[in-house]
Nanobody, 121 residues
């Protein structure tokens, strides 16, 4: 099994910055794509940013130029640097990773526990 543990959320004012971290723990696995989703009050969970194992990235339009996703493969960790935060960025942010456990035939999507980001006006 693999677990994803997130940290770095908090309360900031408009224009502030936060850096989220998500670390995968376990044995005998390879991480493929990693990403960040967010969920504001309501049922919709929005894809924010993704990064492939080769380092290619993509972002939802609303965060382009403000957020940066990166990864440290040696630490099995993905980061989301969030700058110029706006109240509309307020949400619970969830880490997601497609992980291949060597003993299994197919990869599987894992989710972090979520971390709250609140941006005050």
């Amino acid at each position: 099994q693999v677990q994803l543990v997130e940290s770095g959320g908090g309360l900031v004012q408009t224009g502030g910055s936060l850096r989220l971290s998500c670390t995968a723990s376990g044995n005998m696995f390879r991480i493929n794509t990693m990403g960040w989703y967010r969920q504001a009050p309501g049922p919709e969970r929005e894809l924010v940013a993704v990064i492939t194992s080769g380092g290619s990235t993509n972002y939802t339009d609303s965060v382009k130029g403000r957020f940066t996703i990166s990864r440290d493969n040696a630490k099995n960790t993905v980061y989301l640097q969030m700058n110029s935060l706006k109240p509309e960025d307020t949400a619970v942010y969830y880490c997601n990773a497609e992980i291949q456990i060597y003993a299994r035939i197919s990869p599987y999507d894992y989710w972090g526990q979520g971390t709250q980001v609140t941006v005050s006006s």
